[in-house]
């Protein structure tokens, strides 16, 4: 779950990491009001959940209000890379002296947290690794140990920051590490970490992500979500507690398991086709859970064709079958379906669609021809018979 | 000989008085799995169809001496029954649960690393391990595998049964099918299965099914051009798959430019391991390397 830059900032300033004075604003009002309240000059920031705002135009300087109302016009409603601007961060200006870069993230290869930091800050980190890996710290935290103060002022000290904020930065490194710990985070990182003229260390920027997983320890952080840049399907189905990710296709695809799932999406892509979603209908599915299904998968009005690839495990292909009837017989998709049915009870299943006799609805014995199959039938060619 | 469970393997199952855990328990020893008991913390002195249930893992190696334990508990408890489950002695866990923390599991592996190095844990979030023939210990369908000589090893479930089940159509069966899971910190990886394949007579050829997400691919690509001799046939899904998206499985999610399934499948192929592009198609590149190779009928 990634967090937009203000709330990531509130996640900071729980564990005593600095950050600038600021209020989020949804309206241009209130935007002006916010402003008011931290004081000019501020920086007006579009929160959205991408990066290269600045150059987007979605982070202006106010010196004054008629500037902030003009900004705050001007960035509500800008479209960011496909991210609609919902949000304003209302903010008071720092100056800067130095620009830094810190972050935590758990590094999956070594199965501990990495603790990266550069006086590189303020640019593309990935970048600074490329063309100059001497300038990025790497440390690794024994998990089980947490990051010691020694530790963080020696990271500090190594990365070569002036002398003065060795401390200062040492502690934003403390605090970081207690933001990814404590908060249940899997990335968190401060991109730019800046000292001010008079030597103060602060958070000017803010990337964390949560695990959603460990959000029934933290009922404080369930109101924080990206939801409202969020594709509305999207959050219907988090919701319905179903897996399902919006792709840009015309080619539904539902399955069952992960892994077949992305599976077949490859397969689809590779007879030609585009798929129009991801969606994991899981181990186990009944009835209702597949009518469920078919609706979120129809709600996307791209879509032209459906593909159904299921191979039962857990998962009853005559379960299956009788979701995807009883899903006909109250959506009454416009669209054709091709179903391929194989593993835990398949015969029956595939008897029951036999017989239901659904208009519009293609078997195929395999996942390769049910691929060729939705393809064809997405681009409205002639694929024979359908059941 | 197969790996991880086979005829000597002797398990005992936390959750076993649940729903889910009771139902597969049971079905694990129908398949012949020997199950010497369960743990539910206060329901001690039940029994669940005959196997004794206990309260605790030290109580359940003192009266029945487990050596693989199987984890159906809720994410909320499993980390604690894991690790309780390793202090006892137990050698394997398998770990079944779903939706684990991400800190939870970072703190699992290095428990187990510092003071439980002789106990192995396989997931969480994993379908389990079948030995086709000898024992069942998860959730995986034995009915689709048959005894062979061809070792698997998965992130996913429902993939693993697809290429398995091709693969048996063709005539061929399997030692042992490990679904290491899909989350982002697996107790075992590619490397530490493909080790204990390379290791045992009865494999003759491996497949590799991965996914993106995470670098475990590329290791076992660095290992398999060092240390692996038997031919091995891998898997890549999630070529299609957008950046930043987690796909189903929360290990699935493409970084940046990291864990894409296009530089896995490069790092394996540069290292001379065959991919294949689509699950029928690793059947077939497995079935033809098996070529002179007839399966032995169990």
Known sequence: MDLLEYEGKQLFARHGLRVSPGRAATTVEDAVRAAGDVGYPVVVKAQVLIGGRGKAGGVKLAADESEARQHAQNILGMDIKGHIVRTLWIEHASDIASEYYASVLLDRSAKRPLVMFSVEGGVDIEQVAEETPEKLIRHHVDPLLGLSREEAVKIAADGGVDGDVVEGVADALVALYEVWTAEDATLAEINPLIVTPDREVRALDAKVSLDGNALYRHPENQSLSDSENEDPIERRAKEEGVQYVKLDGDIGILGNGAGLVMSTLDVVAQAGGSPANFLDAGGGSDAEKIKQAVELILANDAVKAVLFNIFGGITRGDEVARGLIAAFEDVKPSVPFVVRLDGTNDVEGRRLLDEAKLPNVYPARTMDEAAEKVVALAAGQPVGAAA | ?298
């Open chain 2, 1 to 298: 000989m197969a790996i991880l469970v086979d005829q000597d393997t002797r398990l005992a199952v936390a959750g076993i008085t649940g729903r889910e855990g009771s139902f597969h328990t049971l079905n694990n020893r129908r398949y012949g799995t020997n199950v010497v008991g369960g743990v539910t913390p206060g329901k001690g002195g039940q029994d669940v169809e005959g196997i004794p249930v206990f309260d605790s893992w030290a109580q359940a190696m003192d009266e029945a001496q487990p050596n693989t334990a199987m984890i159906f508990v809720p994410p909320r408890f499993a980390a604690d029954s894991i690790l309780e489950a390793a202090a006892a002695g137990v050698e394997l866990v398998v770990a079944i649960t779903e939706g684990i923390p991400a800190h939870d599991e970072l703190r699992v592996y290095n428990l187990l690393k510092r003071d439980h190095p002789g106990t192995r844990l396989i997931g969480p979030n994993c379908p389990g391990i079948l030995s086709p023939g000898k024992a069942n210990v998860g959730i995986i369908p034995a009915s689709f595998f048959k005894e062979g000589n061809v070792g698997v090893v998965s992130r996913s479930g429902t993939l693993t049964y697809q290429i398995g089940n091709e693969i048996a159509q063709a005539g061929f069966g399997c030692s042992t099918i490990v679904g290491i899971g899909g989350d982002p910190v697996p107790g075992s990886s590619f490397v530490d299965v493909l080790e204990l394949f390379q290791a045992d007579e009865q494999t003759e050829l491996i497949v590799l099914s991965g996914e993106i997400g995470g670098s475990a691919e590329e290791e076992a690509a660095e290992y398999i051009s060092g240390s692996v001799t038997k031919p091995v046939v891998a898997y890549i899904a999630g070529f299609t798959a957008p950046a930043g998206k987690q796909m189903g499985h929360a290990g699935a999610i493409v970084s940046g430019s990291a864990g894409t399934a296009a530089a896995k499948a490069q790092a394996l192929e540069a290292k001379g391991v065959r991919v294949g592009r689509t699950p029928t198609q690793v059947a077939a590149i497995a079935v033809e390397v098996l070529g002179g190779t007839p399966v032995t009928a169990p």
